[in-house]
DNA sequence: GTCTATATCCGGATAGAC
DNA sequence: GTCTATCCGGATATAGAC
């Protein structure tokens, strides 16, 4: 796929078709979701859509893989040579910062997943559960070493991933109850501020 | 709607298709969801179940509806005069129990507000930020009296929906992380325990 | 590479027999 | 109240002209 050589026009269009369909994918669910719909967010007719991919799926299954990668980073760049609090601020930080910026890839995992993620069954028990374990067990050596206070390791991370991945996903109800205050200019480090500060200070070990 | 009189037949079927509609829904989605599907789920014909219900939109509409209410309760029921901890730890039980018991209807609301809550929206921007803004301020006015530490009450209740709802909307991923631990008889407790623990350990007040 | 036209099927909804 | 049959719009996908 990467490697297929391809002119400068594929390429564009391509690109436009892999934007307009996370939109609707978000949005929509796989289900949901319609080729013309798509075809109409790429700006281009439905024929000339299923020339550049051959069918929903395909487009579907290109989507997700190509964004995938980059929701594990965060979570795989915790170090664990590294002080638990500047490593975990860190990387809710960096979540939160994705949530904001790319609301719609969160969506389209989120909606993947809540239908029993029939195309993302063997990453979620593969690469997901392996990078989880080895990070929860970072956590759990942080605690061993009496640098932070204890508690599970899988439901501190399934706790940062809820509430960071909360404000792309409910987004429509975040900005319905607090009005204007989402979604300005300081709403990120206040959401960073709010959710780091909450999480991290239960787990400070007593002086 | 609940003062028409129905035979016991009429009530069980119009049982019998919420019931599936909820499942069809808040696995597919509004738009992904089937006429034909719930039908079968329901074990009637399509045209027998619209007879009982004229639309898929009617039949998705009193689903939300009679389902929505139920998850207004625990909020509603914080006592502002309680002591902060026993009230917020009872809500995150009882929201947990909840998404535990009942998880097709938080995915099916879930569904609703990614899709940018088109049926919903009056109820967020009315009923829901009225209640929010309510227990926010219960939640500020025990900060005030030094009850508990300070943080923003909005961000802590959306905190709570969203650490809580995660194991109802990402079922899927928790079980496929979390193996056979998940969903397992002290699951529950389990949860409630990481997720209270966590979330009210930080707002303890130092002795 | 991109279009028009179209084959084919599915989904929502209705008509009318029983 | 429940069924079979069916209408019709919309959806995926393809054929073939340009």
Redesign the interface.
């Known amino acids: 796929m990467a490697d297929v050589k391809r002119s400068r026009i594929q390429t564009e269009n391509r690109a436009a078709i892999l934007a307009a369909a996370l939109e609707v994918f ?8 319609t080729v013309d719909r798509i075809a109409d967010a790429a700006g281009m007719s439905k024929p000339n859509l299923l020339y550049y991919y051959k069918s929903k799926e395909e487009i579907y299954r290109e989507v997700l893989e190509s964004t995938l990668e980059g929701w594990l980073e965060p979570l795989a760049a915790m170090d664990p040579a590294g002080d638990p609090f500047v490593e975990l601020d860190t990387y809710i930080r960096a979540k939160v910062a994705m949530a904001l910026a790319r609301p719609a890839e969160s ?1 389209m995992f ?2 993947e ?5 029939p195309l993302m ?1 063997d990453f ?2 593969g690469r ?2 392996t990078l ?2 080895e990070k929860a067990a970072v956590i759990g050596g942080w605690m061993d070493r009496g640098l932070m ?1 204890r ?2 390791p ?3 991370i ?2 940062i ?3 960071t ?3 792309a ?2 987004d ?3 900005q ?3 009005g204007a205050r989402a979604g300005g200019p300081g709403f990120e480090d ?2 960073v501020t ?2 780091s ?7 400070r070990v007593g002086p």
Chains 1, 2 share one sequence.
């Open positions: 978000s949005a929509d669910g796989y289900r949901g979701a969506r989120a909606n997943v809540q239908r029993g993620a069954r979620l028990e997901l559960k989880v374990d206070a508690t599970d899988h439901h501190l399934f706790m991933w809820a509430t991945q909360h404000y996903d409910f429509t109800q975040v319905a109850i607090l206040e959401v709010a959710v500060g909450m999480v991290l200070s239960g787990l």
